[in-house]
């Protein structure tokens, strides 16, 4: 049996860029990041009155993140993924969605978090929890980050296409997603389950007769 889910949204309300750019922030590159940060503060006003808050600049960003952390070495990019993990996504996971994967587990499932965010911040909280991660790869050269992608973002149809690449045949039993981005991922599964804050995402599960949890029931003990 494998499990899969979805991570910023689905397993935890924590943003590993927003737990990348404070790290940076504190570890000397202030300045660095604010200027990164400059052009992105209209399109945040925008999506706050819900006109414009579209993947495409949430990626673009991502890009320009990654770019602020070329030349990080491997051991540099794991000591910053722990610092996000403990403090951005970890206290934020949501407990209800946690408790359903650990169950699974205990029951022999493999659980595998499938994610956009960077392959090694999706291995951090991985481990912490006792998963498996399949994140966006980053690339390295000599033993440092270039700044770019090794592939492109875990995101939409590329889900499917990597869970493949990582599973083989074994199909997908349960997947656990928040946004429109996750149904080609949750499309694949035997059973699909939505955290409840994404319109369209919502819109599909009541046609296909997904289980959804709220926000509320996602982040509760039991």
């Not at 770019?67 to 990080?72: H, N, Y």
């Not at 949890?213 to 039991?222: C, P």
Request: charged share 25%.
């Amino acid at each position: 049996m494998v499990v899969v889910t979805d991570l910023e949204g689905t397993l935890s309300a924590g943003e590993t860029w927003r737990g990348l750019t404070d790290y940076l922030q504190q570890h000397g590159r202030a300045w660095a990041v604010r200027w990164m940060l400059l052009p992105y503060v209209p399109l945040r006003l925008l999506g706050r009155l819900g006109l414009r808050r579209s993947a495409r600049d949430r990626l673009q960003f991502m890009l320009d993140l990654l770019k602020l952390m070329r030349g990080m070495t491997e051991a540099e990019w794991s000591d910053a993924s722990q610092w996000v993990v403990e403090r951005t996504v970890w206290p934020e996971r949501h407990l209800r969605v946690m408790a359903e994967l650990e169950h699974a587990q205990r029951a022999g499932a493999r659980v595998v978090i499938c994610s956009g965010a960077f392959q090694p911040v999706v291995e951090a909280i991985a481990h912490k929890a006792g998963f498996e991660a399949i994140g966006t790869p980053i690339a390295w050269a000599d033993g440092r980050s270039t700044g770019d992608l090794a592939a492109p973002f875990t995101f939409g149809p590329r889900k499917p296409e990597r869970l493949r690449a990582y599973l083989g045949e074994i199909p997908v039993d349960r997947a656990y997603g928040d946004t429109a981005g996750d149904i080609p991922m949750l499309e694949i599964a035997g059973e699909a389950v939505i955290v409840d804050h994404d319109a369209e995402l919502r819109t599909v599960a009541v046609a296909r007769g997904w289980r959804i949890l709220t926000d509320a029931e996602a982040r509760a003990a039991s």
